[in-house]
């Protein structure tokens, strides 16, 4: 059986100039998320509709969950804008509603984007009401607090549909540009690529690996990583830099409780050459202010500070429960707290700076002189694709 879904997305949002560019981003991205289900997307009037098959119901509900810019959808109804027509598919409507035991107070919501169309809102609304009550028994009207609401919109054609399941919101994937994230394992990275995807970043990532330091396993969990983000990141290009003779250089030149910072320092600066050639507007980073020593305001001035592209931070005001929190709804927190040891876990100083000294960093930095293996390192980057 055919169904229709009836899409929300964010109005205010979108408003204006952009609007188009958006939506037109936001179709392709539904299209993406919709292969194989043999689903079409159509869009008119400032909607957009999913006609799909009932058995693909449960797949498509989960691809458009996962869409960012999506504000709710809903399974409709479709009627010509005739009242005994539109009436028979309320009654229809309502029918499965007051069955599917969602109680017996109902109310029904009106829209005439039509204004042509020979009833206003209100009249619509008295019209089906007063029907429903007299050919269901059992129902009652209640405005406030109604079990469920039928909604009927008079557009080019007249849709009614019940309950709205509510989509992820933000703004269509890419509609803000491309970002490098700097993706390490742990819980922290993934969660805030997730959240400037939300934002409409397209994202690509970077990790940094240690070979010998780090093992496979460390590099198979980002990857694992990578491939559940792109559920909601569509496809995402991984980049893994060999970080270790950058690291080695960091080591045997610089003081031990420098040296978190050189190589957080370090590795913007390669994200950032990368980003340039991806042509990407920003960086994201997994930071939360004071989580650990570099992410102090002072250790956070430093390692940003050698940047052209602004770094974003989603995380920055949340505490880690709020980060688990998403970690564990976007799937990711299971692999994120897989014990495979990280490049910087193994050369943490014991007694890391917390409140470093800006310019003091700058010339340990130079003294590395390490420009030429971080260009190295970048151009030996191989790339996998989620
Ligand atoms: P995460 O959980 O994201 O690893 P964290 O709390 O462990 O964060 P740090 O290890 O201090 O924090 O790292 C801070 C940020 O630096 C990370 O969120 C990530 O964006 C980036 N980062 C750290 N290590 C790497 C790495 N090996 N490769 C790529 N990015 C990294
Ligand atoms: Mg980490």
């Not at 089906?128 to 469920?148: A, F, Q, T």
């Amino acid at each position: 059986m055919e169904i229709l879904l009836l899409i929300k997305y964010g109005e205010l949002a979108l408003k204006g100039k952009n609007r188009p560019a958006f939506e037109k981003k936001l179709c392709e991205n539904i299209g993406t998320q919709l292969k194989g289900t043999d689903s079409k997307i159509i869009r008119k009037f400032g909607r957009l509709y999913v006609e799909t098959l009932d058995k693909y119901f449960d797949r498509v509900s989960t691809a458009l969950k996962n869409t960012f810019g999506i504000v709710s959808f809903s399974r409709a109804l479709q009627a010509p804008k005739e009242m005994g027509k539109i009436e028979e598919s309320a009654l229809i409507l309502a029918g499965e509603l007051f069955k599917g035991q969602r109680g017996s107070r109902f109310k029904v919501a009106a829209r005439r984007a039509d204004k042509s169309f020979p009833l206003n809102s209100y009249e619509i609304a008295c019209r089906l009401g007063d029907l429903l009550l007299k050919s269901i028994p059992g129902l009652k009207v209640d405005l406030n607090n109604p079990d469920w609401i039928l909604n009927i919109e008079v557009r080019d054609s007249v849709y009614l549909y019940g309950p709205e399941i509510k989509g992820p919101g933000g703004l269509p994937l890419g509609s803000s540009g491309r970002s490098m994230v700097l993706l390490s394992g742990g819980i922290d990275s993934p969660v805030a690529a997730y959240l400037m995807g939300k934002r409409g970043l397209k994202i690509d990532a970077v990790y940094f690996h240690t070979p010998p330091f780090t093992s496979e396993k460390a590099l198979s969990k980002v990857k694992e990583l990578a491939e559940i983000l792109s559920c909601y990141l569509l496809s995402i290009s991984l980049y893994t830099v060999p970080f270790s003779e950058a690291q080695v250089r960091i080591k045997e030149r610089a003081p031990a409780a420098e040296m978190t910072l050189l190589m957080r320092a370090a590795m913007m600066k390669m994200a950032e050459k990368l980003a340039g050639r991806r042509n990407c507007n920003s960086l994201v980073t997994g930071e939360s202010l004071g989580q650990v020593a570099s992410q102090t305001a002072e250790s956070l001035r430093f390692t940003g500070n050698q940047l052209s592209l602004p770094v974003f931070r989603p995380l920055i005001g949340l505490d880690k429960e709020e980060i688990i929190e998403i970690a564990r709804r976007i799937n990711t927190f299971e692999t994120s707290i897989q014990p495979f040891e990280d490049c910087c876990t193994l050369f943490t100083p014991k007694h890391p700076l917390i409140r470093p000294n800006l310019k003091r960093m700058q010339d340990s930095f130079r003294s590395l002189e390490i420009e030429e293996l971080l260009e190295i390192a970048v151009n030996s980057a191989d790339v996998f694709t989620f």
